[in-house]
């Protein structure tokens, strides 16, 4: 059974670095067709990807935010790790975990996401 | 980065009706398009990969269409349980992951 769980603050400052992980089950970060992705989605607006991590440590990202993103994983303990740098009030969202099979393409399975508030 | 774009962004329609949602791809897609079913408060579920493929366990009532830059996802029958926000997504690999902005359908 293929699970993917979001953790992290709920509450960060503006300019601070947000760092959330996701720690999947009932499949391996080693699977060469499984990606994981961070997409987040503010009420109203459709998802946004964020990036994505292959299995052989390629990485994605945004083009608008690549700038403030860092994706990273470690395998042994299932997990994905997204950094967000200066931290702003506007990103305020729900931030989701997906996994995508590659073949074919299609975020098969998500988290349940969690809502992050930048706020002072 | 591709755009992509949806219409309509609402749609009114009753239960037993046939609807459809385009999208729309700024750049040739061939066939790297999903849609997904997102209901209040949930993560979006997946309907439709590789443009017209069904995924397992949804009901054949859903059916998608299309390729290279004009999609369309269609619901042949309305259920209750259809009324919810639609999403396209593409993937390219130069440029990333985009979804569609929504197509909400109310009852």
């Known amino acids: 059974q293929v699970t993917l769980k979001e953790s992290g603050p709920v509450l960060v400052k503006p300019t601070e670095t947000l760092t959330l992980t996701c720690t999947v089950s009932?499949?391996?970060?080693?699977?060469?067709?499984?990606?994981v992705s961070w997409i987040r989605q503010t009420p109203g607006q459709a998802p946004e990807w964020l990036a994505h991590?292959?299995?052989?440590?390629?990485?994605a990202y945004s083009t608008s935010l690549k700038n403030r993103l860092s994706i990273s994983k470690d395998i042994g303990t299932g997990q994905v790790v997204l950094t967000m740098t200066n931290m702003d009030p506007v990103d305020t969202a729900t931030y989701y975990c997906a996994r995508m099979d590659m073949a074919p393409i299609k975020f098969d399975f998500w988290g349940q996401g969690m809502l992050v508030t930048v706020s002072s | 980065d591709i755009q992509m774009t949806q219409s309509p962004s609402t749609l009114s329609a009753s239960v037993g009706d046939r609807v459809t949602i385009t999208c729309r791809a700024s750049q040739n897609i061939n066939n790297w398009l999903a849609w997904y079913q997102q209901k209040p408060g949930k993560a979006p579920k997946v309907l439709i990969y590789k443009a017209s493929s069904l995924e397992s366990g949804v009901p054949s009532r859903f059916s998608g269409s299309g390729s290279g830059t004009e999609f369309t996802l269609t619901i042949s029958s309305l259920q209750l349980d259809d009324f919810a926000t639609y999403y396209c997504?593409?993937?390219?690999?130069?440029?990333?992951?985009?979804f569609g902005q929504g197509t909400r359908l109310d009852i």
């Open positions: 009932g499949f391996s970060l080693r699977t060469a067709r499984m990606v």
């Open positions: 991590i292959f299995s052989n440590d390629e990485k």
């Open positions: 997504q593409q993937y390219n690999s130069y440029s990333g992951i985009t």
